[in-house]
């Protein structure tokens, strides 16, 4: 599954900005500066689209591309990326209620064509509070989560699995979500680019 076209579609705020259509949607959450922008233009292998927030916290929309992908057999699979802001700001432990504003509580409870949501967490690190409490909560309200660890370049590889055990463990993903996995992903080597996007192929295709 190769990605043939990206562009930018919408910005909102609100549901009644949501862009309409029937495509897919998958959507990308994270800590800010868990490396979202990056990965997203890893993926459409387009420097800028998604751009870097800078200023954490400033930038509270969600914002929709449009993507394209060729499969094997050379048809194309349309499906919206949904860029959404990055949460934890405050340093005090949050419940994931509070670490996101009203609007994305909104968007996970009334986007009827969300398919899957990759939330990334920093492969580098244990996962902060914020993303146990957001992982939670997306499977307690039935959503499909996969888990992305990013800038996978900056440990050793003998490393990886191991850091990965940790994430596994302190999101109880044993408990949480037994079916599911975490890929570990480097917007900068791009190992685990072709593995995502077979993720986001089959789940679109199912
Ligand atoms: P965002 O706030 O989640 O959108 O994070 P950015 O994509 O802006 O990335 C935050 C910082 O991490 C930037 O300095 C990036 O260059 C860096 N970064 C992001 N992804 C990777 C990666 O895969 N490898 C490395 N080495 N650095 C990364």
Not at 9 to 38: C, D, M
Not at 136 to 163: F, M, N, Y
Request: proline share 3%; glycine share 6%; hydrophobic share 40%.
């Amino acid at each position: 599954f190769t990605i043939i076209n990206a562009s930018y579609v919408a910005t909102a705020v609100n549901a009644n900005q949501y862009p309409a259509g029937e495509l897919a949607e998958i959507a990308f959450i994270g800590r800010s500066n868990v490396g979202k922008s990056s990965l997203i233009n890893s993926l459409c292998r387009r420097n800028g689209l998604a751009r870097t927030s800078g200023t954490p916290g400033k930038t509270q929309t969600i914002n929709y591309f449009r993507l394209a992908g060729k499969l094997a057999d050379d048809s194309r699979l349309e499906f919206m990326l949904v860029d959404l802001p990055g949460y934890g700001y405050a340093k005090r432990a949050q419940t994931a209620r509070s670490t996101w504003s009203k609007f994305i509580e909104e968007y996970w409870l009334k986007s009827s064509r969300l398919k899957l949501v990759c939330q990334l967490i920093d492969l580098r690190h244990p996962p902060m509070e914020s993303d146990m409490n957001v992982y939670r909560w997306l499977i307690e309200h039935g959503l499909e989560v996969q888990v992305v660890a990013t800038k996978a370049d900056k440990i050793s590889k003998s490393r990886i699995r191991q850091h990965i055990q940790v994430i596994y463990k302190d999101i109880d993903m044993s408990n949480l979500n037994p079916a599911g996995s975490i890929l570990a992903y480097s917007a900068v080597s791009g190992l685990g680019r072709d593995e995502l996007l077979d993720v986001i192929r089959n789940i679109l295709l199912k």
